[in-house]
């Protein structure tokens, strides 16, 4: 990727990021394209030149998180480290990202609101590429007899519905920041996993 191309994904990284919080606070119907420039402090034809439209820019936001998510936790497979490491640490990552980008994701629970079939389409075939990356670490786990004989798509359901669960109540000025909250979040998801030794 060049220095320029480079240069432009930032530019609509920042754009997505400050975006989506203003959909967050002000919701779909109530932001308008002239909030989102105004926000960046950036003209609306500005704005217009990375992103077609309001839903334009929703979806690309989606697909920049659920895309992320895969490479962070394909960059932990990758490691050479104990699959109860990679879960583990994948966990942890995926919760960091959630709270990371906690208006996001929740702007994500309901797409058929916003998405034409095609864009659902896509978003479904990043969430299962995902679903699948831990499904091997689990299926992994299992063969070496460090998990216990699961049905890995159930266990993995229920880590996600767990960690997914953060956003709800997660608060930065809590006892514990982020980092120290997915730690335990995965220790604790961790047990249930792990065959006793």
Same mark, same amino acid.
């Given at each position: 990727?060049? #220095?320029? +191309? *480079?240069? $432009?994904?930032?530019? @609509?990284?920042?754009?997505?990021?400050?975006?989506?919080?203003?959909?967050?606070? /002000?919701?779909?119907?109530?932001?308008?394209?002239?909030?989102?420039?105004?926000?960046?402090?950036?003209?609306?034809?500005?704005?217009?030149?990375?992103?077609?439209?309001?839903?334009?820019?929703?979806?690309?936001?989606?697909?920049? #998180?659920? +895309? *992320?998510? $895969?490479?962070?936790? @394909?960059?932990?497979?990758?490691?050479?480290?104990?699959?109860?490491?990679?879960? /583990?640490?994948?966990?942890?990552?995926?919760?960091?990202?959630?709270?990371?980008?906690?208006?996001?994701?929740?702007?994500?629970?309901?797409?058929?609101?916003?998405?034409?079939?095609?864009?659902?389409?896509?978003?479904?075939?990043?969430?299962?590429?995902?679903?699948?990356?831990?499904?091997?670490?689990?299926?992994?786990?299992?063969?070496?007899?460090?998990?216990?004989?699961?049905?890995?798509?159930?266990?993995?359901?229920?880590?996600?519905?767990?960690?997914?669960?953060?956003?709800?109540?997660?608060?930065?000025?809590?006892?514990?920041?982020?980092?120290?909250?997915?730690?335990?979040?995965?220790?604790?998801?961790?047990?249930?996993?792990?065959?006793?030794?």
């Amino acid at each position: 990727m060049s #220095l320029r +191309e *480079r240069k $432009i994904a930032k530019k @609509k990284e920042d754009i997505l990021r400050s975006a989506v919080r203003i959909l967050a606070e /002000k919701g779909y119907q109530g932001t308008t394209m002239e909030d989102i420039a105004a926000n960046l402090l950036m003209t609306k034809g500005a704005v217009y030149y990375y992103f077609r439209d309001k839903q334009d820019l929703l979806y690309q936001s989606h697909q920049m #998180l659920l +895309e *992320r998510s $895969i490479e962070n936790v @394909k960059y932990i497979q990758q490691q050479d480290i104990s699959i109860e490491e990679k879960l /583990k640490h994948s966990m942890v990552v995926h919760v960091e990202h959630v709270v990371n980008e906690q208006s996001g994701f929740e702007l994500m629970l309901k797409p058929e609101q916003f998405f034409s079939e095609e864009q659902q389409e896509k978003l479904r075939e990043l969430q299962a590429k995902y679903s699948h990356c831990f499904d091997e670490i689990i299926q992994e786990g299992i063969q070496m007899q460090v998990f216990r004989n699961l049905d890995k798509k159930i266990a993995r359901n229920i880590l996600f519905g767990a960690m997914n669960w953060v956003t709800q109540w997660y608060t930065a000025d809590g006892k514990k920041d982020k980092k120290e909250i997915a730690a335990v979040i995965a220790d604790y998801l961790m047990l249930m996993l792990l065959k006793n030794k």
